[in-house]
């Protein structure tokens, strides 16, 4: 069931720029959102997550905005470095629910 | 490191073979999750297990099975595999079931079926 949707496979961008990921959600159910970041051969390592009860979170390079009117959040990496070049992958939960659903992850390169 | 640990991290095994996989979860975390990534798609839920109880399931197939240990590790065991089989099972585990707090993945494990 693909209850979180990542529409961009892949993403290009050059060093220094912004990096706009987005997520779409169908489940109204989910209030605590996730952003993975995956390198080749390693597991998921967590960058940032987002509760429905705020509209931003920001760490460091990294800020989460969620638009739950939209079911909708975004993940922007300012300034963009090539060691930010991953997959990323946005997850979401629900309280009344155990599992963690993942979307398909977005590929990042950044081009120096 | 994740503190989470998967063995073995690669596992090559003929068509219609059983194999387990393992995951010693985070000191703590009562919660592990099992996820299977195929060709570099996202990451399909198989099963979640919370503090030895399965409390939630995915898209699994009745081939697989996984149970979690009084200790918290937890196993997944696939059987007469095929060769679609072959993926990244990746092992996670959270603090609780259902807290507001991120879940930690292992390495993997990369299954090959020949």
């Known amino acids: 069931d693909q209850q979180v949707k990542q529409n961009s496979p892949s993403l290009s961008v050059q060093e220094g720029r912004i990096s706009i990921l987005n997520c779409d959600y169908t489940?109204?159910?989910?209030?605590?959102f996730l952003w993975y970041k995956k390198y080749p051969a390693e597991g998921p390592t967590f960058l940032i997550s987002?509760?429905?009860?705020?509209d931003k979170n920001e760490d460091g390079r990294f800020t989460v905005f969620l638009n739950k009117s939209a079911k909708h959040l975004s993940l922007h990496i300012v300034p963009s470095q090539p060691g930010d070049s991953a997959v990323y992958f946005c997850?979401?939960?629900?309280?009344?629910?155990?599992?963690?659903?993942f979307g398909a992850g977005t590929t990042v390169t950044v081009r120096a | 490191d994740s503190g989470v640990t998967q063995t073995p991290k690669h596992l090559i095994t003929a068509t219609g073979q059983r194999v387990t996989l393992r995951c010693s979860p985070r000191?703590?975390?009562?919660?592990v999750y099992w996820y299977q990534q195929s060709l570099d798609q996202g990451l399909q839920f198989l099963i979640h297990?919370?503090?030895?109880?399965?409390?939630a399931k995915g898209n699994i197939l009745e081939r697989f099975s996984a149970q979690q240990f009084p200790d918290l590790h937890s196993e997944l065991n696939l059987s007469s595999l095929e060769l679609g089989d072959s993926a990244l099972y990746f092992c996670?585990?959270?603090?609780?079931?259902?807290?507001?707090?991120?879940?930690?993945f292992g390495q993997g494990t990369r299954l090959t079926v020949v």
């Open positions: 297990y919370y503090n030895g109880e399965e409390r």
């Open positions: 997850a979401a939960s629900a309280s009344n629910d155990y599992k963690l659903s």
């Open positions: 987002i509760s429905s009860i705020k």
């Open positions: 000191s703590g975390d009562l919660s």
């Open positions: 996670a585990s959270r603090r609780g079931g259902q807290v507001y707090t991120e879940a930690f």
């Open positions: 489940n109204s159910m989910f209030d605590y």
